[in-house]
């Protein structure tokens, strides 16, 4: 350690010869010293000069030294002061009074008349301690700091994990994690609880006749129109492909019909701009319902995707639902038409037949790329 390294150091003891020499003593050895006749003084400048090394009598007439040590000590738990290295330099020898002065949180004894070489050597060993703590506390600053970073990179970790990187939307995989509690809440609480799934019309052709850039554009234009469609306690998010989904908590059947036909409606209105070309951009929607025939999530949003291809059979830029009778009706003015009202029913309008096509139609991954046309 270079000699301008050396913590300053603080000598208090009320004997005037004593205290003097041993000022003179440190300052040979390169030590910077203040000196102090009394506890309080000495508290008052370590307060100001902050911490270090206290070199210290026990007899002292206004504060002694154990009554300093333990103001410090008490400084330092409320950490408005660092730690101090306090040796207790005392007449007092018996093996009581260094328990008690140790106890009282003194980092060291020495008894009068001390050796200025075993003074010395205590010094360093105080030091050492001091540079000690003085590399632990920056190793410790060092990984809060680390941790932090950690906790923000976890979190957007964590977000990207979730998140359609296309359309900032929840993707697959957190629309189902959210499914799957909804629907657990649902089975205990008895509240409603419905999808909609939807898929935007003719999107191949989009593609192939404007490119994928442009196909982009307009899957986050219908993105931007279910977020906004969303309310705060609505779920919505991009299954894969052209296909998107909205569940509602606390809903039924013709709460989520009416949500998506005011949103298909919307879409329809609002032509896609992209570059110098106004695309008309329509969707068709499946709306379902859990129901004790819906044995779990993935029945649900099944059911939803079946009468969506019923609204893709039936035209495109239509919405049905997937009713408690087990058939696809048309919704039209936002209300689900009932059975009577219903034609005959035909293959293209039977959920069956809906279910049981092919494999290729269905949505088994995120990276299925969906196209019902
Ligand atoms: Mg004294």
Redesign the pocket.
Known sequence: MHESEKTPLIVV???EATRKLLQRQLELAGYQVRAFNDGRAALEAIQTLGAGMVIC????PEMDGIELVQALREMEELHVLGHVHFILLTAHNGKERIVEGLKAGASDYLTKPYHVGELMARIAVGQRMLALREELLHHSLELQKTNAQMAVLAGELDRLANTDGLTNLPNRRCLFEQLEKSWATADQTGQPLSCVMLDIDRFKSINDTYGHATGDTVLKAVADAIRDHAQRTEWCGRLGGEEFVLFFPGSALAAAAQAAEQLRNDVAAKPVRSGEHRIGVTISCGVAEKTVVAACADDMIRNADAVMYTAKENGRNQTWAYADDDQAHPVRNGVIVAAEGLPAATPTTSVSRARNRPPEDRVESTHAHIDHQ
């Open positions: 003891d009320d004997d009598d026990w007899s002292m």
